[in-house]
């Protein structure tokens, strides 16, 4: 949805995958805008807020995340906008094609905060985050992040640290007025990117198990604590393969590959869902951003014994022109060896490195054997020793 | 008549379920319930 607010994407119809034309030729029944109330789990019937009960054998929970509100005076005002549905992607383009945005405000500087400021950025208007912490996308150690803060300044992007916001409110030049304890920022529109949280209302009315992280608990063919009721998806909670713990990673990939995993359960065929290990990448401006797997504060928490090290190279062979600069974070358990985590932030590559990392991730590989995988070599896409190679090696002679 | 399966939400996850459903067991009646406008959007 940014890259579709930022005009990349020109057609709003590419952004879903099956029309609901598309789901009733298929004989699939669907019922927009209706509203669930309640679920009536002994009568098995489900209650909509129009008063309908449609009475099922077996169902399925999708109810993804709700976008977290910053709960101040003023966030419901025209022109301030959270993304988590289409709906908002259209709302958001309709409002900039009918007022003239000059200045846009994003608050929050996770990755959909960073990938809208560079839509916005992009379509020419004064765009600046604010950010209640340091560096932004905290998944990603400060000395990557402060790569990407690099290259958001770079971009004309003004990035406010340690700002907290107290009110919007209505602004003397533009329509808003955003006031923080930094002092005030005007702007045309704000987007509040302040992350989500999974919805798990109708769920816990229903008196299903919620797992430690708040999501809902499934197993591994996604069935709830009640056996004829499953959840897919944002909603519920997915096996880490390398914290051995449940978890709430709300990504549409994960969502993809558990319903498609309960469906298949429900119409017959067992399947198990085999589990994440937390890969997710975003893109700012010309810097590419990946993580898998988990942190040091995260491994300590599950029992591991972590070492990290960061090595900054190359994407591609250091005689080849052009950008190149890539850092490559890794973190091992030094009584196993093997690799706990990756983080990589660069001009080129660091998403090619943290997928292949993240299928050494899902094998539980050491890294004396990482130092030595068979890699396609090529100068424009590595140097004959891979960054993957020399920083497994490093982070080895430390452990 | 197939069993009745009741889907709640039309993103990723309740949408992929649903087509998959479908396609191990035709016989399966499927109703999606969504309570916004639009179905299996990407994020």
């Known amino acids: 949805m940014p890259y579709y607010i930022g005009d990349v994407i020109k057609d709003a119809n590419k952004l879903t995958a099956r029309t609901p034309e ?44 709700t976008a977290m509100r910053a709960g101040i005076p003023g966030e419901d005002m025209d022109g301030v906008f959270v993304l988590k549905h289409l709906g908002d992607a259209l709302n958001i383009k309709r409002y900039l094609k009918d007022n003239k945005c000059q200045k846009a405000i994003v608050v929050g500087a996770g990755f959909i905060g960073m990938e809208v400021c560079e839509a916005f950025a992009t379509l020419g208007m004064e765009t600046s985050v604010v950010h ?18 690099e290259e958001i300044r770079k971009n004309q992007v003004t990035f406010h640290t340690n700002m907290q916001i107290i009110a919007i409110e209505k602004g003397p030049q533009h329509p808003l007025r955003l006031h923080t304890n930094q002092g005030p920022l005007d702007g045309d529109l704000i987007l509040l990117a302040l992350g989500v949280k999974p919805d798990v209302a109708l ?39 390398v914290s051995r713990r449940w978890v709430n ?91 706990l985590g990756a983080q ?50 490093k982070l080895l002679r430390k452990m | 008549m197939g069993k ?13 379920i649903a087509a998959e459903a479908k396609r191990q067991d035709p016989e399966l009646t499927i109703s999606i319930i969504e309570a916004g406008p639009h179905v299996a959007t990407a994020a």
């Not at chain 1, 932004?136 to 400060?142: G, I």
């Not at chain 1, 890294?367 to 890699?375: A, F, H, K, M, V």
């Not at chain 2, 009745?4 to 992929?16: D, T």
């Open chain 1, 132 to 149: 209640r912490g340091q560096y932004p996308a905290n998944r990603w150690d400060p000395e990557l992040s402060g790569f990407i803060l």
């Open chain 1, 203 to 241: 769920a816990k009315g229903m008196g299903l198990a919620i797992g430690q992280s708040g999501a809902v608990a499934v197993n591994y063919s996604q069935q709830t604590s009640i056996p004829n009721i499953y959840a897919a998806g944002d909603c519920c909670e997915a096996y880490h393969r």
């Open chain 1, 344 to 393: 990589a932030v660069g001009e080129k590559g660091a998403v090619g490195r943290i997928n292949t990392l993240s299928a050494a991730l899902w094998t539980g590989m050491r890294l004396d054997e990482i130092g030595y995988l068979d890699l396609a070599y090529a100068p424009p896409f590595s140097g004959s020793w891979d960054i993957i190679h020399i920083a497994a090696q």
């Open chain 1, 249 to 339: 990673i709300p990504l549409g990939d994960i969502a993809n590959k558990q319903g498609r995993v309960a469906g298949s359960v429900i119409g017959g065929k067992p399947m198990i869902f085999p589990g994440i290990v937390g890969a997710q990448s975003f893109r700012i401006f010309h810097l590419e951003a990946a993580a898998t797997g988990i942190n040091e504060k995260e491994a300590l928490g599950v029992g591991y014994c972590p070492v990290s090290d960061i090595t900054w190279g190359n994407a591609t062979a250091a005689s080849m022109p052009g950008p190149k600069k890539l850092g490559l974070k890794l973190i091992a358990d030094r009584v196993t060896g093997r690799l």
């Open chain 1, 22 to 65: 598309k789901f009733r030729e298929g004989g699939i029944e669907v019922m927009q805008n209706n509203r669930v109330e309640r679920v009536d789990t002994d009568a098995q019937e489900v209650l909509l807020e129009d008063g309908a009960k449609i009475p099922y054998d077996i169902l399925a929970l999708g109810t993804g995340t």
């Open chain 2, 4 to 16: 009745k399966l009741v889907i709640i939400g039309a993103g990723a996850g309740g949408g992929s």
